[in-house]
């Protein structure tokens, strides 16, 4: 087993009608918050007015900053920084899912950032800065956000995705009656993430992390049984309580303690995608994962045992043959995908071959392709895009 | 799902080595340490001379408080209060299992409380209280004191044995070669109150916690791999490593996100039981557990789901017959217990029925046994410690 060291400060309040400790949460850091949102989807669930509630009977005041895109831009952050300093804001309050967690946690390290040159913070912040206290309202069980300490931050001008380390919320309020309204696309896109950030870490060459790998398979096997019941019945609280249960660990890195990490290969491919594309991130991880596994599965075989548990303990498949097993782990893998309405290929969303080449030559930057599980380099990469087409 | 909160603040550096985060664990709190260990196994061990190198070098002042007893003390914990007030202690830094890092908690809470009656604090503590910091090196893997907030603190006039809530230490240092020294017996005992702190919140009504239930699976089945092969080969690090993961998770409150409550109904009768003959706390759990299993499962028959599930999900057994399916769980259970060493009876411990009635009547007081999973009587924890003789 590896060595890891656990440092997650973030409070989580989870359950209905959690809201209810908005207020503390709040009070601790100061009146002046910066409320930040995506769209209009919160004003027409009725959260927007139930915050906005609380914050005026607890005499808050309120900056707000809307809009933010589905994977969030350097200039959203740079906007929320600008009302930061002008407002002298105590804390960030952010409601949405990963894209408002994410730009609010550039936004709260932005603020104590040196230079205002904030798209040069992102690409150099490593954690351990000085930021505003984040407070988050999860909307939507995909990323993990609000227990990680990571943001996502993408330049439209440069065509560049980055993930980098900022510092965890302070507090967390997740009550799934707050995913009912979630439409089923956004659901199973959701749950495609939650099981990519576990994949990414259970397939790694350790196997002695006993803990971190039946956390994994638990996980996964909570998405498979829980996102048709959501998507067949929004309003099933158990079905979404354990989604965003699933969410919350998924991407915490509580699930790969003690195993060697992978580099998060998926990852490094679909940010490409959606860098160039700006198609949903699950969506692009739920294409490409099952090309990469059966990619890597014939490059080199010597990972096949991985395969092979996971077809049993994820899927409950049975067999005596490794490699036919393994497949038919993938093969489970895709379907679950397809039959909960994801595209299968990136020809259905018009993709072509047309960036391969230069989106391969980005994700093999910084290493993360070439450590791990089975080390790809560009051509590998090309390949798999090529098998998703 | 039932709602939770999360709030572990504990830093915890895992695995080989990680004593080099000593210096900096502690110096971020302050120069004058209040050291505490029980007997003179840390010295056996030169994990005392290791740590008072780091110590000097560091330039720290060092008091000791050592002699803290398994089931430990109030009169350490004043002792302890006494050292801090005298020499204006910063950190507490607890080497060993969960006796001195209870213990050092209790210390850490009593060093601000606003009486000297530290008896009374820990008969009314139920944390949020100001504390000094503590940072802890464990050296067995057992109570998971290391990631809890609690305490059990006893009063031999009183015959009184007090779980309590106090506050997580800040830093933990966990690694699993300080526990290859560990006798076999501690080490079996250490892993049945390991298996037991998820005994109690598995066995609970909640059907639909999904991520929970098959945490709690994975940790016990971690524990049933590893524990024979850590008593086999002591020096085994991958066993000694899971066993210690297990453990920190194990009592951290995590197993029973989303769940309804138990009340710990083991750990209240044993906790008795160590009270009046200071027996190893896991002995006393590993006995109880099964005949406590046997009694509800006649007394209601309507928990029998849980127990097949139990079965099959935790010793991999199969049958058609639920009551017997249930009973060969409860067996593979005591029958784990005894092929590891461990005493299967109060007989064997030289125990009798001369103050099991004083005994139920304090673990039935509180409401521990009348909440949860089936709520038991006075005469029905009378009835389960005789069928323990």
């Given at each position: 087993?590896?060595?890891?060291?656990?440092?997650i400060?973030?409070?989580?309040?989870?359950?209905?009608g959690?809201?209810?400790?908005?207020?503390?949460?709040?009070?601790q850091?100061?009146?002046?918050v910066?409320?930040?949102?995506g769209?209009g989807?919160?004003k027409r669930s009725?959260?927007?007015?139930?915050?906005m509630?609380?914050?005026?009977?607890?005499?808050?005041k309120?900056?707000?900053?809307?809009?933010?895109?589905?994977?969030?831009?350097?200039?959203?952050?740079?906007?929320?920084?600008a009302?930061?300093?002008e407002?002298?804001?105590d804390?960030?309050l952010?409601?949405?899912?990963g894209?408002?967690?994410?730009?609010?946690?550039?936004i709260?390290a932005?603020?104590?950032?040196e230079?205002?040159d904030l798209?040069y913070?992102?690409?150099?912040?490593?954690g351990?800065?000085?930021v505003?206290?984040?407070?988050?309202?999860?909307?939507?069980s995909?990323?993990g956000?609000?227990?990680?300490?990571?943001?996502?931050?993408?330049?439209?001008e440069?065509?560049?995705?980055?993930?980098?380390?900022?510092?965890?919320?302070?507090?967390?309020?997740?009550?799934?009656?707050?995913?009912?309204?979630?439409?089923?696309y956004?659901?199973?896109?959701?749950?495609?993430?939650?099981?990519?950030?576990?994949?990414?870490?259970?397939?790694s060459?350790t196997?002695?992390?006993?803990?971190?790998?039946?956390?994994?398979?638990?996980?996964?096997?909570?998405?498979i049984r829980?996102?048709?019941?959501?998507?067949?019945?929004p309003?099933?609280?158990?079905?979404?309580a354990?989604?965003m249960?699933?969410?919350?660990?998924a991407?915490?890195?509580?699930?790969?303690y003690?195993?060697?990490?992978?580099?998060?290969?998926?990852?490094?491919?679909?940010?490409?995608?959606?860098?160039?594309?700006?198609?949903?991130?699950?969506?692009?991880?739920?294409?490409?994962?099952?090309?990469?596994?059966?990619?890597?599965?014939?490059?080199?075989?010597?990972?096949?045992?991985?395969?092979?548990?996971?077809?049993?303990?994820?899927?409950?498949?049975e067999?005596?043959?490794?490699?036919?097993?393994?497949?038919?782990?993938?093969?489970?893998?895709?379907?679950?995908?397809?039959?909960?309405?994801?595209?299968?290929?990136?020809?259905?969303?018009k993709?072509?071959?047309?960036?391969?080449?230069?989106?391969?030559?980005?994700?093999?930057?910084?290493g993360?392709?070439?450590?791990?599980?089975?080390p790809?380099?560009?051509?590998?990469?090309?390949?798999?895009y090529?098998?998703?087409?």
């Amino acid at each position: 087993m590896e060595n890891f060291v656990h440092d997650i400060p973030t409070k989580v309040y989870f359950g209905k009608g959690v809201l209810s400790q908005l207020d503390s949460a709040l009070r601790q850091f100061g009146k002046n918050v910066l409320l930040t949102y995506g769209g209009g989807s919160i004003k027409r669930s009725g959260l927007y007015d139930e915050v906005m509630k609380i914050l005026n009977e607890g005499g808050f005041k309120v900056i707000e900053l809307n809009g933010i895109d589905p994977n969030p831009r350097i200039s959203s952050v740079e906007k929320g920084v600008a009302l930061c300093k002008e407002n002298d804001i105590d804390v960030v309050l952010a409601i949405g899912g990963g894209s408002t967690i994410d730009c609010s946690k550039a936004i709260c390290a932005g603020y104590y950032y040196e230079s205002d040159d904030l798209w040069y913070m992102v690409k150099h912040a490593r954690g351990g800065m000085k930021v505003l206290p984040l407070v988050d309202i999860l909307t939507i069980s995909a990323t993990g956000s609000d227990f990680d300490d990571s943001a996502v931050i993408s330049n439209p001008e440069t065509n560049e995705k980055i993930g980098v380390v900022f510092a965890h919320p302070a507090v967390s309020i997740l009550d799934p009656t707050y995913t009912f309204t979630v439409p089923a696309y956004q659901t199973a896109a959701g749950s495609a993430d939650i099981m990519s950030h576990i994949m990414e870490g259970y397939f790694s060459r350790t196997e002695d992390s006993e803990v971190s790998d039946g956390l994994c398979e638990t996980i996964l096997k909570t998405v498979i049984r829980n996102l048709p019941i959501a998507l067949k019945d929004p309003d099933d609280y158990a079905a979404r309580a354990n989604l965003m249960h699933a969410e919350s660990v998924a991407c915490s890195g509580i699930p790969e303690y003690g195993k060697l990490g992978s580099g998060w290969p998926c990852h490094a491919m679909e940010h490409e995608l959606s860098a160039y594309y700006d198609i949903t991130h699950g969506v692009g991880l739920a294409i490409l994962t099952p090309h990469w596994m059966r990619y890597i599965l014939k490059k080199d075989p010597s990972c096949m045992w991985r395969f092979v548990r996971f077809a049993k303990n994820v899927w409950g498949l049975e067999g005596d043959d490794e490699r036919e097993l393994a497949l038919k782990g993938i093969d489970a893998l895709e379907d679950f995908f397809k039959s909960n309405g994801i595209p299968s290929s990136l020809s259905e969303l018009k993709i072509g071959t047309e960036h391969f080449e230069d989106m391969a030559s980005h994700c093999c930057e910084g290493g993360r392709m070439g450590s791990g599980f089975v080390p790809l380099d560009k051509d590998d990469v090309v390949n798999i895009y090529k098998d998703c087409l």
